[in-house]
């Protein structure tokens, strides 16, 4: 019985899990040796089941990525960007396979109080974590 009961716990982990979606494996296999790079700038946005994460790197290339309460991977963007007198982004997205957070491509970066935020033209918006970018 006991045998059973953890073959059938091990199934449902297993069919809970789940798979990428296509377009994020392949965003993910595009962007394997950017891995390597750097990071110069982190940031987050938490929501009810968890989280958005954006990751410039040193060589110009990025990482967009959500967590779901905190474990799970879901959803996964990659490309390169630009920056513009410190203060704009300009991203470009692998196959343009894009989040709905990223509207037109761009996010500036500016105060909310004691915060550090990137924000597009909703009013979603980014706090910065870590910043090395210059």
């Known amino acids: 019985m006991k045998n059973i009961l953890f073959l059938l716990l091990l199934l449902f982990t297993f069919l809970s899990c789940g798979t990428m979606e296509k377009n994020d494996r ?6 394997f040796f950017n891995r390597f790079s750097k990071n110069e700038l982190k940031a987050t946005t938490n929501w009810k089941m968890g989280d958005d994460i954006l990751i410039l790197r040193k060589n110009k290339t ?36 894009k989040p709905p957070f990223f509207i037109n491509d761009t996010l500036i970066l500016s105060q909310k109080e004691e915060l550090k935020i990137l924000k597009n033209d909703k009013s979603n918006y980014l706090v910065i974590v870590q910043n090395k970018l210059k």
């Not at 392949?26 to 962007?31: E, G, K, L, Q, S």
């Not at 967590?67 to 470009?92: Q, R």
């Open 26 to 31: 392949i965003a993910r296999r595009n962007d």
């Open 62 to 97: 990025f990482r967009y990525y959500s967590k779901v309460i905190g474990l799970v991977n879901s959803g996964y963007y990659s490309g390169k960007f630009k920056h513009i007198n410190d203060t704009l982004f300009v991203f470009e997205f692998h196959k343009n396979y």
